[in-house]
T-cell receptor, first 112, second 117 residues
């Protein structure tokens, strides 16, 4: 069936470096994408979203890039901090579907 | 920002008992809420979509008679795990969509950890 998946299960970076977390999706009908951050034992926290009519969107220290041609989504975190350590999930949906489909997640470990 | 709460945060119960989990949108109204289950080191799996005033829509493979969902108001949805067994032990997370906000952003609750002995 349709799925959303990630290339790297674990990403380890040094504090202050930039982090890039990738996500591949397979549903060509997907037109809405979200990145969530989940800390241990907590619910997912919204980070940033993007619609398919855009290829880039920036937030505070985060940027999401969307490449519809290759069905690829990435989350860039600038100047990564220890507090950014968590599991990051991409999720996707499409017009007419209210629910989200989550990817498998990437654990980001920030080394001080 | 939009806040979603869950109660209880964790529960331990004996096999065969039923457990009710509440999901509330605290500062917005939600015609639609979602229930997810998450096993350790795995992603969130959608169980069902809870619709205010109507029956829930269950994902394939989720037993509707085992996971009873009630969405009686615009701010409350409940999930009841009936006759719980150890394999139902998991992290249950709800989310809600603000009915007045455009887009599809879902706000998640903090989760409920269920342990069935």
């Amino acid at each position: 069936g349709e799925s959303v998946g990630l290339h790297l299960p674990t990403l380890s970076v040094q504090e202050g470096d930039n982090s890039i977390i990738n996500c591949a999706y397979s549903n060509s009908a997907s037109d809405y994408f979200i990145w969530y951050k989940q800390e241990s034992g907590k619910g997912p926290q919204f980070i940033i979203d993007i619609r398919s009519n855009m290829d880039k969107r920036q937030g505070q220290r985060v940027t999401v890039l969307l490449n519809k041609t290759v069905k690829h989504l990435s989350l860039q975190i600038a100047a990564t901090q220890p507090g950014d350590s968590a599991v990051y999930f991409c999720a996707e949906s499409f017009t007419g579907r209210r629910a989200l489909t989550f990817g498998s997640g990437t654990r980001l470990q920030v080394q001080p | 920002g939009a806040v979603v709460s869950q109660h209880p945060s964790r529960v331990i119960c004996k096999s065969g008992t039923s457990v009710k989990i509440e999901c509330r949108s605290l500062d917005f109204q939600a015609t639609t809420m979602f229930w997810y289950r998450q096993f350790p080191k795995q992603s969130l799996m959608l169980m069902a979509t809870s619709n205010e005033g109507s029956k829930a829509t269950y994902e394939q493979g989720v037993e509707k008679d085992k996971f009873l969902i009630n969405h009686a108001s615009l701010t409350l949805s409940t999930l009841t795990v009936t006759s719980a067994h150890p394999e139902d032990s998991s992290f249950y997370i709800c989310s809600a969509r603000d009915r007045l906000a455009s887009g599809g952003t879902q706000y998640f609750g903090p989760g409920t950890r269920l342990l069935v002995l």
